[in-house]
């Protein structure tokens, strides 16, 4: 079975940093593009970062551009998200997913990723 699992989020006062890790079991994730998104209660799911397989290309939402860093390590089978000088804005689920096509490029919409895993819960407070 294909699972992605989220892990590393947790409470940080404002300005703090934390680093997401999303693992892959029952597949590889050498050839997917994996996306980043979040939601916060009350509001919609929305992209955060996107990393391609292929050429390494990014993508960050201009919400945390300058702050949050997406990198991959094919080799430990992981997708990370380095979130830096975090607010309270920040303060979400964040879930990563991939498509069901390798070699894909990022796209926004969700509706192309049918790999989710359960999230895992980012606190921004003082």
């Known amino acids: 079975q294909v699972h992605l699992v989220e892990s590393g989020g947790g409470l940080v006062q404002p300005g703090g940093s934390l680093r997401l890790s999303c693992t892959a079991s029952?597949?590889?994730?050498?050839?997917?593009?994996i996306h980043w998104f979040r939601q916060a209660p009350g509001k919609e799911r929305e992209g955060v970062s996107c990393?391609?397989?292929?050429?390494?290309?990014?993508y960050s939402a201009d919400s945390v551009k300058g702050r949050f860093t997406i990198s991959r390590d094919d080799a430990k089978n992981t997708v990370y998200l380095q979130m830096n000088s975090l607010k309270p804005a920040d303060a979400a689920v964040y879930y990563c997913?991939?498509?069901?096509?390798?070699?894909?490029?990022?796209?926004?919409?969700?509706?192309?990723?049918?790999?989710w895993g359960h999230g895992t819960q980012v606190t921004v407070s003082s």
């Open positions: 990393i391609s397989s292929s050429d390494g290309y990014t």
């Open positions: 997913a991939a498509p069901i096509f390798t070699h894909t490029v990022c796209s926004r919409t969700e509706l192309v990723y049918v790999y």
């Open positions: 029952g597949f590889t994730l050498d050839g997917y593009t």
